[in-house]
């Protein structure tokens, strides 16, 4: 059955760690919107162009069956805006399908649910989830229910795999 993904993402993102698991998910026939601070495109580290679908402000989280927050820089700049906080805490309180790569995790620290769950991140990123209560598992895919977190782009295979049979269910 088709799903509805969500896609939040800015300037910087780290590109695979965007493009692969997007196109996975595409490539497995469901519907990906990508969500950003405004309609028109922004830049990956690494040049590549992505064009916004919708703004943040025109999406609401009921639309979607599940959220992906790559990694990069630029969960650190969406977690300063209160819009993306909110419509990811909605996918944890709801206990819908979340995902995050990387630094992905940031955004979902934001929202004060991370407590009690276990995750993985980024190195940097770690003590930060240990600090907000999270059990953190240095692995590179750790799944706690719904949600599914990788630490780095080696990990990208296992983190699309879990990803896919999440969507598949």
Wanted: charged residues 20%; proline residues 5%; glycine residues 6%.
């Amino acid at each position: 059955m088709m799903k509805k993904v969500a896609v939040v993402v800015t300037d910087l993102v780290e590109d695979v760690e965007f493009v692969d698991p997007v196109n996975a998910i595409r490539d497995a026939g469901h519907n990906v919107t990508i969500i950003g601070f405004e309609k028109g495109t922004v830049t990956g580290k690494h040049n590549t162009v992505i064009t916004i679908d919708r703004s943040i402000a025109d999406v609401k989280p009921e639309d979607f069956d599940a959220l992906f927050i790559p990694g990069g820089f630029s969960p650190d700049q969406l977690r300063a805006d209160q819009r993306f906080v909110d419509f990811t805490k909605h996918f944890l309180m709801n206990d819908k399908l979340i995902s995050a790569l990387c630094h992905g995790p940031q955004l979902m620290i934001q929202t004060g649910l991370v407590h009690g769950r276990t995750m993985t991140s980024y190195l940097t990123v770690q003590p930060d989830l240990y600090y907000a209560g999270a059990r953190v598992a240095d692995q590179p895919v750790v799944i706690d229910g719904n949600l599914i977190t990788s630490r780095e782009p080696k990990d990208i295979p296992a983190f699309n795999q879990a990803l896919l049979a999440a969507l598949a269910k």
